[in-house]
């Protein structure tokens, strides 16, 4: 593999500096690099920051290939800036066990446009009865460490507590969609003040807190780290805070939508907006920034979760839940948490690679933009502006809640291990 | 008024009092030995019913015939066709046969907005009933109902219900009834309250334009008009209440209750009533319930609806008359 | 009913002033009662807005007549109209047909000026549609020509030969605080 010298980008938003890529590996980062052999990438203005890991991704791949495949969700990442994506496990069949899980990883190498990391599903069937065989998928060649059954919510308090004690016993981690089934039956957006007039049955704010409450508990309890997906409430955010501050080894995640989007976009009910958890108030979206700010909330996630257009155009309560999101994620944080002076692009590079590669574990990644390391790295060219068309996406659905909005920065080049795997804005 | 009538909210004082005049003259034209008009004489109007409701199809089909439309009923029953693909499909295929205005009754609350800003179709799209979110026409037609008789059938017209104190009790939370009334009797000046118990209503009524009581019989001897909401038994088993005997004793309308009410009060209910529930024999059966002309009074505000959304080449806009010269 | 402006042409003349449109109004009445043979079943008809208060006015006169009380009713003819389409839906104006009905009787529809003949032929539509009278007849206080439809009025107050470009006004004291009919040029569209 040839050389690549990236010049005057700024790593990390700080001073224009040169970096020099050599195969898989970072050779050296300072100024005035000598181009010679190298294929020469300007990047003057542009804001070089470590590969983008997202710990939490839809693939759809084996059983919705209609809406997602590894390919296109690894295209869609790659061309969002991530070099890392942790698959979630509600695929069909579901990732329950090691076959499927290493098919899934398998493939993500194959394409080669982002690693792909699948999550394991925590019970068999995501049905939360019996656990699945978590150390099984993590002797896999996938290596699994991140065990969840997103969409549902382990809501069996022992179960919960076995899984969490369980996964210790080889670093694992489980991730839990904090959901209380009962007071959420029938849920189709953020109970309060809109769902009241719109009449659509409301998804309370309870219904998450009283399970994160239970599982920092639990967690505490029996000694294990929990991560909590999705955070979407300010009663969340100080649960967390709370749990942190005891000490308890929880860490959490938000969605760039739930950092920007409110409940208020449902009286389009246009199913664009509908999501799970669902958009909350301006409240919410306050204190969650707050808390990605200061570190209460550790990392962002994009929750990207396909659909095909039928599901999403048809009457409120018939469509499916989720919104696209690796495109647009890092767009999205420059608005809400960049642009708003809350968060610096090093900050940034915390909560979108270093510290979700850490919570994940995946090697190589989140890793400095330093000599010796893995060239892992995404280029941004945040003086851009533009609204976001789906036509251009390379997800093959187009469930965004942006369609046609303004937003700051763009992706220009993405590079997992030295190879270039978006350049100038388009997919090798 | 705009092209379709989706939420009562939408609706000006003087659109919704245009409309009450206009469903004034439309209920003259019961009396006459030709119960028929020839306006909408050409104009195509489909009943797209997705849920079961009897009385609201009749007496929407009982409209548009005495408006001369054409008429197209589509029962869309069971659970085949109650998907999103097929509701954008059906009103397509219905389109395409050229209808002028769909009439809609769906479960899911917001389909007939989807199915008016969705770009799927052209037609005007009237809300017979969504979900737990609006029925627009029950509203007017109770609000028809209550000007007739607490301001008068002519010293009404033009008029408004101005400090009228209207109490809605029962299953405020699961009611398309109840949110499309305080709507617009918020818009036509009324004072409405509504009485539950705190499990039936709903988290965020704090913004609605009214008040809220647990207390019936503090609210009755306060009200010009009480309407009792329906409330079905199966909320039992949800454990919004405990028992029938324990809901009817503390928010069901019986003789007694009925004469702690002003003596000119009226009792309204949007039917099916559920006799022993929410409401006795003895107050659903005397003349001061409406609930007979509230169902009369529905065939006058639907041809109003309609005449004023397709009597002319566009929506009727503002009360002014139109003019033109001689 | 169609006859409302929003205002009147600024170079409009009078054509009738007050004491004319009183003294043409009697001449109707009484030739309303010498065709009608003492005019015992005439039902008078107004045509919303002004028709109505012609018709009130015209009652008053036979009443004086004959000494006999004369039916006076309303016919709102706006939902029968040829041009609905044309226009957005107009408020409706009020039908009031008298408590004997118009069964068997001699109806004498009342109207402000006769045009194109489309709002009577609609008016003798909604007449069907209330009932069956022995015989429709026509009053209009201004016949200005222009015929659309094979129609012609029973009784004319007044005949005024109009271009299509001039405008025909009437205005009434119950209505616009005075009695005119004014013929001015029809404002540019």
């Known amino acids: 593999m040839s050389k690549i010298l990236i010049r005057g980008a700024r790593i990390l938003g700080g001073e224009p500096q040169d970096v020099l890529i050599d195969g898989e590996t970072i050779e050296a980062v300072g100024t005035g690099l000598s181009a010679e052999g190298a294929e020469v990438v300007e990047a003057a203005g542009k804001v070089l920051l470590p590969g983008l890991v997202d710990l939490h991704t839809h693939l759809r791949e084996p059983g919705r290939e209609d809406s997602e495949t590894v390919l296109t969700g690894t295209r869609a990442a790659a061309s969002g800036g991530y070099t890392a994506v942790f698959a979630m496990a509600n695929t069909f069949p579901v990732a329950d066990t090691a076959g499927v899980v290493e098919q899934v990883y398998r493939l993500g190498r194959e394409h080669g446009y982002c690693d792909v990391q699948p999550i394991g599903a925590v019970t068999v069937g995501l049905e939360g009865k019996k656990l699945a065989e978590l150390g099984a998928m993590h002797d896999s060649a996938a290596g699994v460490t991140v065990f969840s059954d997103d969409g549902k919510c382990v809501d069996d308090a022992v179960i919960m507590r076995r899984a969490l004690e369980y996964v210790k016993a080889f670093g694992g981690v489980v991730a839990q969609h904090a959901q209380e089934p009962r007071l959420t039956e029938g849920a189709q957006m953020n109970e309060g003040i809109v769902s009241a007039e719109l009449g659509l049955g409301g998804w309370p704010a309870v219904a998450e807190e009283s399970i994160i409450a239970r599982d920092v508990l639990l967690a505490e309890h029996v000694g294990s780290r929990v991560h909590i997906c ?32 409110t409940d208020e976009l449902v009286r389009t009910y246009n199913p664009v907006y509908k999501v799970n958890p669902p958009l909350r108030t301006e409240a919410d979206v306050h204190a969650l920034r707050q808390a990605l700010a200061d570190g209460t909330i550790d990392i962002v996630a994009t929750d990207h979760a396909p ?43 915390d909560r979108m690679s270093v510290a979700p590669a850490r919570i994940g574990q995946a090697a190589g990644h989140g890793r400095p933009v330093s000599a010796g390391e893995p060239a892992n790295l995404t280029l941004v060219d945040t003086a851009y502006r533009g609204s976001v068309d789906p036509a251009g996406f ?35 | 008024m705009q092209r379709h009538l ?12 245009l409309i009450l005049d206009t469903a004034e003259e439309m209920a003259r034209v019961a009396d006459r030995p030709i119960k028929k008009l020839p306006t909408l004489r050409g104009r195509t109007i489909v009943n797209l019913f997705f849920e079961d409701s009897t009385r609201t199809r009749i007496s929407f089909e009982a409209a548009e015939k005495r408006l001369s439309a054409d008429v197209i009923n589509f029962t869309a029953k069971g659970s085949s066709v109650s998907k999103g693909e097929s509701l954008k499909d059906t009103a397509q295929t219905l389109e395409a046969m050229g209808v002028d205005a769909v009439v809609i009754r769906h479960g899911a609350s917001g389909a007939p907005y989807r199915l008016a800003t969705s770009g799927w179709i052209d037609a005007a799209v009237v809300n017979a009933g969504d979900g737990t979110h609006q029925h627009p026409t029950q509203a007017l037609l109770d609000a028809f109902t209550m000007r007739r ?20 009790v029962g299953d405020v939370l699961h009611s398309r009834v109840a949110r499309s009334n305080v709507d617009l009797l918020h818009t036509l000046g009324a004072e409405v ?42 909320r039992m088993n949800a454990a919004f209440f405990p028992t029938e005997r324990e809901y009817s004793r503390r928010y069901g309308l019986d003789g007694d209750r009925m004469a702690r009410m002003p003596e000119h009060a009226i009792v309204m209910h949007p039917g099916p009533m559920v006799r022993g529930m929410e409401i006795t024999a003895e107050v659903a059966d005397s003349d001061r319930c409406t609930v007979v002309e509230q169902v009369a009074n529905g065939v006058s505000i639907r041809m109003a609806v309609l005449y004023l959304l397709l009597g002319g080449n566009e929506p009727a806009v503002s009360h002014a008359r139109t003019t033109e010269e001689k | 009913m169609d006859t409302e402006q929003n205002q009147a042409p600024s170079d409009a003349r009078p054509v009738l002033e007050a004491p004319d449109i009183a003294r043409v109004l009697t001449r109707i009445a009484h030739e309303i009662v010498e065709r009608a043979k003492g005019a015992d079943d005439v039902v008078l008809l107004g045509i919303p807005t002004r028709g109505v208060f012609l018709a009130r006015r015209l009652a008053a006169k036979l009443e004086e007549i004959t000494d006999r009380k004369v039916p006076v009713g309303s016919l709102d003819i706006t939902m029968y109209r040829d041009d609905l389409r044309m226009h957005p839906p107009r408020a409706l104006a009020r039908t009031e047909i008298p408590g004997d009905g118009i069964d068997g009787r001699l109806v004498v529809l009342v109207d402000d000026v006769l045009f194109s003949g489309r709002t009577i032929r609609a008016a003798l539509d909604a007449l069907g549609d209330i009932g069956r009278p022995r015989a429709v ?53």
């Not at chain 3, 004291?173 to 569209?189: C, F, H, I, W």
Request: glycine share 8%; charged share 25%; proline share 5%.
């Open chain 1, 230 to 261: 999705h955070l979407s409430t300010a009663g969340s955010v100080e649960i967390v805070r709370w749990a942190k501050s005891r000490g308890i080894d929880v860490t959490a995640e938000v969605t760039p939508h739930h950092l920007l989007l």
């Open chain 2, 193 to 234: 309250t509504l009485v539950a118990p705190p499990t039936l209503v709903p988290v965020g009524v704090e913004s609605w334009p009214c008040e809220v009581s647990y207390d019936l019989d503090a609210v009755l001897p306060k009200s010009d008009a009480v309407m009792m909401l329906r409330v079905q038994r199966e």
């Open chain 2, 6 to 17: 989706i939420s009562a909210a939408d609706l000006s004082r003087d659109d919704a009092v």
């Open chain 1, 394 to 428: 390379a997800s093959r659905s187009r469930n965004t809640p942006y369609e046609g909005r303004e937003l700051p920065g763009r992706v220009t080049h993405t590079w997992l291990r030295g190879k270039a795997t978006l350049v100038d804005g388009k997919l090798t």
């Open chain 2, 149 to 168: 008789r607490l301001v008068g059938r002519d010293t009404g017209l033009g008029q408004d219900l101005s400090g009228k104190r209207v109490t809605i």
């Open chain 3, 137 to 189: 007849q026509l009053a209009v206080l201004v016949d200005r020509g222009h015929r659309e439809l094979p129609i012609r009025a029973d009784y004319v107050g007044k005949n005024l030969p109009t271009s299509l470009r001039e405008t025909v006004k009437v205005l009434l004291a119950e209505e616009d605080g005075r009695d005119t009919v004014l013929l001015g040029a029809k404002p540019d569209q």
């Open chain 1, 307 to 349: 659909h095909p257009h039928e599901d999403k155009d048809c009457e409120w309560a018939a469509a499916a839940m989720g919104m696209v999101g690796l495109e647009t994620a890092l767009s999205v944080v420059q608005e809400t948490m960049v642009e708003t002076g809350l968060l610096d692009w090093a900050q940034v590079a």
